[in-house]
Structure formats: structure tokens, C-alpha cells
């Protein structure tokens, strides 16, 4: 069993910088990704930065160019840092581990509240 625990959620005024953290312990024999969606209410959950170990990795439209995703594997943490938020990023952020061993899995962490406001 894969457990995930996101932190550094908060509120932010626009144009500031967040960086989440999430925890992930438990046996994970092979990785698949490791990345941060996030879900606005109303809406549905979207992907916002996906990696594999930290150097390949891939972001939404929305966030690039703002948001660095990076991993330490020493550590088994995955992080965000959130740079020039605006309003639209103000949504409930996951963590997300997809595994392929010793189970095909899809984990998910419990959701950190990023609220970007004046």
C-alpha cells in the first residue's frame, strides 16, 4: 500500500509563489509517473505537471512556463513550486503516483487547497 500526503497548500495573493510538497511512503517495486492535478470547483480534475524521475517532464498549457515539478528520490517526495499564480489556479491540488509494481496502481493523496486572492 502506497500512502501520499500533500503540504504547503494556502492563500496566496496573484502573482505570488506556492510550493507544495508530497510525502509518499509504502513499497513501490517500479514507478510509473508521479505528478500534481488539481480540481476547481465545478470542475473536472486536470492534470497540471507530470514527471518520471524528476528530469522528464511534461505540464499542462495552463501552468508551463510558471510551474516546476521536481523529485527527490532520496527523500520519496514529489514537489510543485507555483510561481506568478493567478486567480485561475485557485483549486484543490493532488498528488498522483501510478506504480507498475509490485501492482498497477493509481494512488492518490488526500488534496491540499491552493486559493490564489486578493
Known amino acids: 500500500q502506497v500512502h501520499l500526503v500533500e503540504s504547503g497548500g494556502g492563500l496566496v495573493q496573484p502573482g505570488g509563489s506556492l510550493r507544495l510538497s508530497c510525502a509518499i511512503s509504502?513499497?513501490?517495486?517500479?514507478?510509473?509517473?508521479m505528478g500534481w492535478y488539481r480540481q476547481a470547483p465545478g470542475k473536472q480534475r486536470e492534470l497540471v505537471a507530470v514527471?518520471?524521475?524528476?528530469?522528464?517532464?511534461r505540464y499542462s498549457d495552463a501552468v508551463r512556463g510558471r510551474f516546476i515539478i521536481s523529485a527527490d528520490n532520496a527523500k520519496n517526495t514529489v514537489s510543485l513550486q507555483m510561481n506568478s499564480l493567478k486567480s485561475e489556479d485557485t483549486a484543490v491540488y493532488y498528488c498522483?503516483?501510478?506504480?507498475?509494481?509490485?501492482?498497477?496502481?493509481?494512488?492518490w493523496g488526500q488534496g491540499t487547497q491552493v486559493t490564489v486572492s486578493t
Open positions: 498522483n503516483v501510478k506504480t507498475l509494481l509490485p501492482l498497477v496502481e493509481d494512488y
Open positions: 509504502g513499497t513501490i517495486l517500479r514507478l510509473n509517473t
Open positions: 514527471t518520471t524521475d524528476g528530469s522528464n517532464s
